[in-house]
């Protein structure tokens, strides 16, 4: 009988650790379902196909962009050299990330940009990856965490501009203006803007907003380039405004939605340096209308800039 109650012991254990497994097993399952994409919603909703990275749990779409053709310092380029553009999506515990890159000519890119800043989507860098390109090409960077239908609706969004705009139906912002004869009326755009600015050589005006952050321990500030800084030139009524934002990165999206929103052109985004705290962004920006309402928008950027939206 005590042999007899030992295998039942051993039986009764074994049956344990058996369901044990499975029970475990059956958990393991349902979490790497959990975790799994709808891929087919995916490629549905940003009209892409995509491929499925088992080892890292990635499902990829993509934009290839066969329809430009560009010479790079007289190389004919093709898209395996550099022209493919994608959206990557995974998921993360109960949430969703996508990251992506987009192929665009340059009257594609504010376009394509405020598709994406609209449908809920960070522009997190704008800048090119060749020189000596023709057409000139660059490059936009996007991200985002949250739903994935959403996310993918999104990315739909922006490969649909991507498609619209493309064979140079873009925007190309043009002023018949000449900078070094101006006669922009510089106290209008201080009065705007709240800052003081300078009048230039020619009749331009600019105003530089310093601010002060920290490269290896010490204090950097305006006049080692940690500025926000706009030149107007033409006139009152026909002008041009170029110049730089300087953010952090809580502060990038806000103000890249209030300048796109009041329809100047965003030319670039990236750093200009290492070891700073904050980490310090910056844009470049162009954008063409009336002196007014260049200021009003650059002064919209300031304003979501001060409130820290996003921060």
């Known amino acids: 009988m005590f042999r007899h109650g030992v295998l039942g012991a051993v039986t009764v254990v074994g049956l344990a650790a058996a369901i044990s497994g499975a ?12 975790a799994m994409l709808d891929t087919a919603m995916i490629e549905q909703l940003t009209g892409a196909k995509g491929t499925w990275d088992e080892q890292e749990g990635v499902f990829k779409v993509g934009l290839p962009r066969g329809d430009i053709t560009a010479t790079v310092a007289g190389v004919k380029m093709s898209v395996p050299m550099g022209l493919g553009g994608w959206a990557a999506f995974k998921k993360m515990g109960n949430t969703c990330m996508v990251m992506g890159d987009n192929v665009l000519l340059e009257d594609q890119v504010n376009p394509v940009m405020s598709a994406a800043l609209e449908s809920g989507l960070d522009v997190t860098a704008l800048h090119n990856h060749f ?12 991200g985002g965490m949250g ?15 991507i498609r619209e705009t493309s064979g140079g139906k873009g925007q190309t912002p043009r002023a018949d203006i000449d900078a070094s004869k101006s006669t922009i009326n510089g106290k209008r755009i ?20 310093g601010r002060t952050i920290k490269m290896h321990g010490y204090d950097v500030g305006n006049a080692m380039g ?25 502060e990038l999206q806000p103000v890249l939605k209030a300048l796109r929103g009041a329809g100047i052109n965003i030319v670039a985004i990236h750093n200009h340096m290492t070891f700073e705290q904050p980490r310090a962004m910056f844009l470049h920006f162009w954008g063409v209308g009336s002196a007014a309402d260049l200021a009003r928008g650059l002064k919209a950027a300031l304003d ?8």
């Open 147 to 161: 739903d994935e239908a959403k996310l993918a609706e999104a990315v739909g969004k922006v490969f649909a501009k």
């Open 190 to 209: 201080e009065e705007v803007l709240g800052h003081k600015g300078d009048a230039q050589p020619g009749g331009a005006f600019k105003v530089v907003i």
């Open 131 to 142: 020189l000596w390109d023709s057409p000139r090409i660059m490059f936009m960077h996007i």
């Open 23 to 34: 029970w475990a097993l059956a958990q393991e399952a349902k979490e790497a379902r959990g």
């Open 304 to 311: 979501a800039q001060a409130k820290g939206i996003g921060a």
């Open 226 to 250: 940690i500025n926000t800084w706009a030149s107007f030139a033409g006139s009152d009524d026909k002008a041009v405004v170029d110049g730089d934002f300087v953010m952090t990165e809580q």
